[in-house]
């Protein structure tokens, strides 16, 4: 059953990969079933994603692990986050924010914006 689905695993997840497969698929099933199931089960994986966002600009790393919330930017990147990941995670965590009433994840996506336009970025 959904309701026994866990997001406490020792898994180094993608940031990017997980908002838009995970979150975006959550948002949509609500969107489409009204069930409030999948709201909650997108807090509790977003939760999970927040430590990403503890950077000194706030813009996320790439990659959390789900359990520890340790977080990092692969070498691939040369340890820099990435700036194709915006216009998703602002989608989803507006959309978030809209279906729970709580405007804590449209701001975090909205502080990446901010950032982003002044020129802060140096992750």
Not at 37 to 45: A, I, N, W
Request: aromatic content about 10%.
């Amino acid at each position: 059953m959904a309701t026994e689905l866990t997001f406490d695993k020792h898994f180094e997840a993608s940031v990017f990969e997980t908002i838009i497969r995970i979150v975006g698929g959550f948002m949509s099933a609500y969107d489409l079933s009204g069930d409030e199931m999948f709201v909650g089960k997108c807090e509790q994986l977003v939760t999970r994603l927040a430590p990403a966002f503890n950077t000194p600009t706030g813009v996320p790393y790439n990659i959390v692990n789900l359990r520890t919330g340790h977080a990092k930017n692969p070498a691939w990147t040369a340890q820099a986050s990435t700036l194709a990941e915006f216009g998703t995670q602002q989608l989803e965590f507006v959309a978030l924010s809209h279906a729970t009433g709580d405007s804590k994840y449209a701001e975090m996506s909205e502080h990446i914006i901010k950032v982003s336009d002044q020129g802060e970025m140096n992750e």
